[in-house]
């Protein structure tokens, strides 16, 4: 979208019917004073920035009492008219396929030109230098906005808002017990978060640990064939006894009460049983437990309990896999791997402590003692966390189970809790997606912020690094990863860096193609004119100039098409200078 045509009448210093048309390359020369700011000014008016007092917008040497604008765009032509004798205003788009008007027209011009995008695109430089540096909220309304992030933050407060309004109509002590109540259930919840964070950070840590070890074992091993011996030996009775348990792990739990007694067998498999009968399910559920502990069963303990009442009561063709001197045999060889590794460490140890006298052996014996201990006591501290990440889980149940409670005895009263209770939710979960959002979409920006910033940094070589953080400041690092205060910046500085931000956000967008630039060069040395000029202004499709006589003498050889503000008693005039 670019802007093709402006008229415009009796708007601030202009006075009569004024008329400029753009090319790709259009520049406007005005001495301060004479009506730069206002043309700018006028085109910001009539796309709905607000921030003009409508009293001043005349021309105080109007003949009549009626001032417009009509912007002709490439894609539609707007006209905002102000009559003063009859007090009104009225916004007419004029498109291909229909006409809109005043409130219809005003929505279509905020979804083409939303207001965080104007002073973006209809840029100051004197003015904005130091606004988009510095006001980070300007910055944060424009980078919502470019990155869809906006709908996401007003879900946040206007959620937040309206749970808010509808707690204080409640207000009684109820409703205060029950808001302290799910309070304790998010920090618990957040709590349990970083518990088992900190779990995850343990086993990792353990893991390290165990690797460490397993090194060292492996030097002190290299330094004896005989430890090396027995250490290959006690691994292979470990290979084998972990097959083994396997083995018995696997037998299925509803097979050993019929390997180990006959009689129960034929009586589970007759056809006239209907259940097996538990006298104390109690002390039989514990006796289960018990068993399911011994074999370190990874299978959930509710699970195998129920799975065994449905088989004893319903299964009438239990297949065996395996016989009881099976069992027996499986048992008698457990026990027996166990003895022969146990007489092996013992072996172990003391072949170990005939090489202690040597004091490379020693070194990495005592590196192993320290490791082995550090191990020791992570896992004392991971059992620690076990722990208390089972004392919260158990409050956190016992919260949710009061507060389920609490709203089904007083459902009537509490009918607008769960309501409270899920704009909270929604806030919440706005919130974290819209960190999500933010972090993902301030790569994408920085990235290439940092490709647009590259000759910037070339000619500012003790500058390393800028970019915008998630409170959306601008951030500068020089080469030792310092931060430089922003403030202390030249004004030419200001003006570049200000500049390649929102060429940075306006690309990113893809909105238009178009800037309009008031004073662009501003205090710019030559150098620093030819650097703007050359790696960022001229990189926009088309590009508007309002430009002072200084500015003008380093453009006028450029091929612009240009027109000249001039200014009589009646106000200012726009008339066309050159058009090539």
């Known amino acids: ?15 009569g019917k004024q008329e400029i048309s753009f090319e790709k390359q259009t520049l406007v020369l005005a001495e301060n004073g004479f009506g730069k700011t206002s043309l ?11 921030k003009f007092k409508l009293e001043f917008i005349l021309n105080s040497h109007a003949t009549d009492k009626e001032c417009f604008i009509e912007i002709d765009f490439d894609e539609f032509i707007l006209k905002r008219v102000w009559d003063f004798s009859e007090n009104f205003e009225s916004l ?22 939303p207001i965080e995008l104007i002073d973006f695109i209809f840029f100051d430089g004197e003015v904005e230098k130091d606004l988009i540096l510095l006001k980070s909220k300007k910055i944060k309304r424009i980078f919502e906005y470019s990155f869809d992030l906006d709908i996401l933050s007003n879900m946040i407060i206007d959620t937040k808002k309206v749970a808010k309004i509808l707690s204080n109509e409640m207000g009684n002590v109820e409703l205060v017990h029950f808001i302290n109540l799910q309070q304790d259930e998010i920090e618990l919840s957040d709590e349990i978060f970083k518990l088992e964070e900190k779990k995850e950070e343990s086993i990792k840590d353990l893991k390290k640990q165990n690797e460490l070890i397993r090194r060292n074992e492996l030097k002190i091993r290299n330094r ?36 180990l007694n006959a009689k129960l067998k034929e009586t589970v498999q007759s056809e006239h049983n209907q259940s097996i009968k538990i006298l104390d399910k109690k002390a039989f559920e514990d006796s289960f437990e018990i068993f399911i502990n011994n074999i370190e069963s990874s299978m959930n303990k509710a699970e195998l309990l129920k799975s065994f009442y449905q088989v004893y009561q319903t299964d009438k063709t239990i297949l065996l896999t395996y016989t009881k001197n099976d069992v027996i045999k499986l048992l008698k060889s457990i026990k027996n791997n166990i003895d022969q590794k146990e007489n092996l460490l013992l072996i172990l140890s003391k072949s170990k402590e005939k090489l202690l006298e040597k004091d490379n052996f020693r070194i990495l014996e005592e590196e192993g003692i320290t490791l082995k201990n550090k191990r020791e006591e992570n896992e004392l501290n991971l059992n620690l966390l076990n722990e ?16 389920r409670l609490e709203f089904l005895a007083k459902r009537d009263k509490y009918s607008k809790i769960k309501a409270i209770e899920e704009l909270y939710n929604i806030s919440d979960i ?26 910037f940094l070339e000619t500012y070589q003790h500058i390393e690094k ?77 590009l508007t100039l309002l430009v002072t006589s200084s500015e003008y003498d380093y453009l006028k050889d450029n091929n612009f098409k240009e027109y000249m503000i001039e200014k009589d008693n009646l106000g200012s005039n726009i008339e066309v200078k050159r058009n090539d």
């Open 224 to 259: 004896s064939k005989e430890i090396e011996d027995i250490q290959n030996q006690i691994e292979y009775i470990e290979f084998t006894l972990s097959k083994e348990i396997t083995i018995f792990q696997d037998i299925n739990l509803y097979q050993l009460p019929l390997i």
């Open 40 to 50: 700018l000014n006028s085109i910001k008016l009539a796309l709905g920035q607000k």
């Open 1 to 15: 979208m670019r802007v093709k045509k402006i008229v415009l009448k009796n708007l601030f210093s202009f006075n």
């Open 92 to 113: 007419t788009i004029f498109r291909d396929d229909r006409i809109l008007k005043n409130y219809e027209a005003e929505e279509f011009l905020k979804e083409k030109f």
């Open 430 to 455: 706005s919130k974290k997606v819209y960190e999500t959002k933010l972090k993902d979409s301030l790569s994408q920006f920085n990235t290439l912020l940092e490709k647009k910033i590259e000759p």
């Open 466 to 542: 800028i970019y915008i953080n998630d409170k959306f400041k601008v951030i500068v690092e020089d080469k030792e990863h310092r931060l430089l205060d922003i403030t202390l910046l030249s004004a030419g500085q200001k003006q570049i860096l200000s500049f390649i931000i929102i060429s940075s956000i306006l690309e990113f967008k893809k909105f238009l193609d178009f800037i309009f630039i008031d004073t662009p060069f501003g205090r710019l040395s030559n150098k620093n004119r030819d650097f703007i000029f050359n790696n960022y202004y001229l990189k926009f499709s088309y």
């Open 388 to 403: 208390k990440l089972e004392e919260r889980h158990t409050q956190h149940k016992e919260i949710h189970k009061k507060l």
